[in-house]
């Protein structure tokens, strides 16, 4: 085991991993046909160009939890505006 590690097999310890971008995030509920909605919205921290494209997430029939805003929560950190409806 002593050789497979020291072999150049694995990632060198001086490698830096990228982080994602910084966001701001909160919520605002809405009424669509009557019925209330929540809207959970991302924005990077950094200026983005107005060309940008907004990103809908919708969650599905699931709920607002675990996986569905864990992966919300990696399309907004890619840097792009992001909004997810459960």
């Keep these: 085991m002593l050789a497979t590690l020291s072999g150049g097999c694995g990632i ?3 490698t830096k991993v990228a982080r994602p971008p910084a ?3 909160f ?3 809405v009424r669509l046909h009557d ?3 929540t ?3 991302a924005s990077p921290l950094t200026p983005v160009p107005p060309s940008t494209p907004l990103v809908l997430y919708a969650s599905g029939d699931g709920g607002w939890f675990g996986a569905a805003v864990g992966m919300f929560r ?3 950190g890619s840097g792009l505006p992001t909004v997810g409806i459960s």
């Design 27 to 29: 919520s605002g509920r």
């Design 35 to 37: 019925e209330p909605l």
């Design 12 to 14: 060198p310890l001086s």
């Design 39 to 41: 809207l959970h919205l």
């Design 74 to 76: 990696t399309i907004a």
């Design 23 to 25: 966001i701001h995030e």
